[in-house]
């Protein structure tokens, strides 16, 4: 089969750090091109935008949106357009109902859309979800604390609407969870902090549910400096079940079950290679749901400015 020819489109810290590798280790795909104002990689032909790169770029079957989600949603309408395969960066977009129709238009062009969920490729997740599966829940408390200083330094999307904040690396956690637990899960109370500068929240605390009252905890943080902390735990009848590291690592009472370096986006190109042999569309937006209804029922705390 042909290889997928993707451009990249947002040459920031995740296109840098993970997509570029994860093309080069993935089987069938090709980096062909890169659309930024600012960024270019020597050898690969380059454009300012993603209009520039479909006018007058190279031949090319996808691309690979890495831009805050405040502007994705217009790039994939000219990307499907164009008659190209797109794959989206988490979160799939800065609001739940401008999904739909995109979802719609790549039907319609006979397109893949896939909105990634790269923490679900963890290598702890699918072991989490089996081990689950067959013991019964008794409380579950997520941890996701990270130094917004360290991971997201300068980036200014991240505090403006629809760029998250928190909420940023806590989806990845929402998306774990609704992978591995068994029911389906919704928020019950939100307690948001925002900075007095800022429009985005800098810490949240969730409170979720089942139909069954399992009571689930998640505690987002942006100003944990020290250990940072990516972990979820979860209390069974069989005792007691801790994935840490972002989903790298994964312990059943003193058992390790598994303990890898993470290895999430070459994970996501061998399902983008699969889904655009098909045009087949994956858009899960469960993960966005939660957030939104956590800003939804969010009580708001002003709190301290924050400088970068
Ligand atoms: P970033 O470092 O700020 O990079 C974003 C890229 O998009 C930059 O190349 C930037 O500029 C381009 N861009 C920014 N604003 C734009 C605009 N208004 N119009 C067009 N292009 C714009 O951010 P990032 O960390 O890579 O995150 C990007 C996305 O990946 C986010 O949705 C984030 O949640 C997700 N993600 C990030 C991480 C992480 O660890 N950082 C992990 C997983 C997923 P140029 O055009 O100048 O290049």
Same mark, same amino acid.
């Given at each position: 089969?042909?290889?997928?020819?993707?451009?990249?489109?947002?040459?920031?810290?995740?296109?840098?750090?993970?997509?570029?590798?994860?093309?080069?280790?993935?089987?069938?795909?090709?980096?062909?091109?890169?659309?930024?104002?600012?960024?270019?990689?020597?050898?690969?032909?380059?454009?300012?935008?993603?209009?520039?790169?479909?006018?007058?770029?190279?031949?090319?079957?996808?691309?690979?949106?890495?831009?805050?989600?405040?502007?994705?949603?217009?790039?994939?309408?000219?990307?499907?357009?164009?008659?190209?395969?797109?794959?989206?960066?988490?979160?799939?977009?800065?609001?739940?109902?401008?999904?739909?129709?995109?979802?719609?238009?790549?039907?319609?062009?006979?397109?893949?859309?896939?909105?990634?969920?790269?923490?679900?490729?963890?290598?702890?997740?699918?072991?989490?979800?089996?081990?689950?599966? #067959?013991?019964?829940?008794? #409380?579950?408390?997520?941890?996701?604390?990270?130094?917004?200083?360290?991971?997201?330094?300068?980036?200014?999307?991240?505090?403006?609407?629809?760029?998250?904040?928190?909420?940023?690396?806590?989806?990845?956690?929402?998306?774990?969870?609704?992978?591995?637990?068994?029911?389906?899960?919704?928020?019950?109370?939100?307690?948001?902090?925002?900075?007095?500068?800022?429009?985005?929240?800098?810490?949240?605390?969730?409170?979720?549910?089942?139909?069954?009252?399992?009571?689930?905890?998640?505690?987002?943080?942006?100003?944990?400096?020290?250990?940072?902390?990516?972990?979820?735990?979860?209390?069974?009848?069989?005792?007691?079940?801790?994935?840490?590291?972002?989903?790298?690592?994964?312990?059943?009472?003193?058992?390790?079950?598994?303990?890898?370096?993470?290895?999430?986006?070459?994970?996501?190109?061998?399902?983008?290679?699969?889904?655009?042999?098909?045009?087949?569309?994956?858009?899960?937006?469960?993960?966005?749901?939660?957030?939104?209804?956590?800003?939804?029922?969010?009580?708001?705390?002003?709190?301290?400015?924050?400088?970068?």
């Amino acid at each position: 089969m042909a290889e997928l020819r993707v451009a990249i489109v947002g040459f920031g810290k995740i296109a840098r750090d993970q997509h570029v590798p994860a093309i080069k280790a993935a089987e069938g795909v090709t980096l062909a091109a890169v659309a930024s104002r600012n960024a270019s990689l020597p050898g690969l032909p380059h454009f300012s935008t993603i209009e520039e790169l479909l006018r007058n770029g190279p031949e090319i079957d996808a691309v690979a949106l890495c831009t805050p989600p405040q502007v994705r949603r217009a790039q994939a309408v000219a990307a499907l357009k164009a008659g190209k395969h797109v794959m989206l960066e988490k979160p799939p977009g800065a609001a739940v109902s401008e999904l739909d129709p995109l979802v719609a238009l790549a039907a319609a062009q006979k397109r893949t859309l896939f909105a990634t969920w790269h923490s679900r490729y963890a290598p702890a997740v699918e072991p989490a979800r089996n081990w689950l599966a #067959r013991r019964r829940i008794k #409380r579950v408390k997520i941890d996701w604390k990270e130094d917004v200083r360290v991971w997201h330094p300068g980036q200014a999307w991240i505090w403006e609407p629809g760029g998250l904040g928190v909420f940023d690396p806590g989806i990845n956690a929402l998306s774990i969870l609704t992978r591995i637990l068994p029911e389906p899960v919704f928020v019950t109370s939100a307690e948001l902090s925002f900075p007095s500068n800022r429009a985005a929240p800098i810490a949240a605390n969730l409170a979720l549910t089942d139909t069954g009252g399992l009571p689930i905890a998640a505690e987002f943080d942006f100003r944990q400096t020290g250990p940072q902390s990516w972990d979820i735990v979860v209390d069974t009848d069989d005792g007691r079940l801790k994935l840490s590291s972002g989903g790298a690592r994964l312990v059943a009472g003193d058992e390790v079950l598994v303990d890898e370096k993470e290895a999430e986006y070459p994970g996501l190109y061998r399902r983008f290679v699969e889904l655009t042999a098909h045009g087949a569309i994956d858009v899960d937006l469960v993960p966005l749901r939660l957030v939104a209804d956590a800003f939804l029922l969010g009580s708001r705390r002003i709190v301290e400015p924050f400088e970068d």
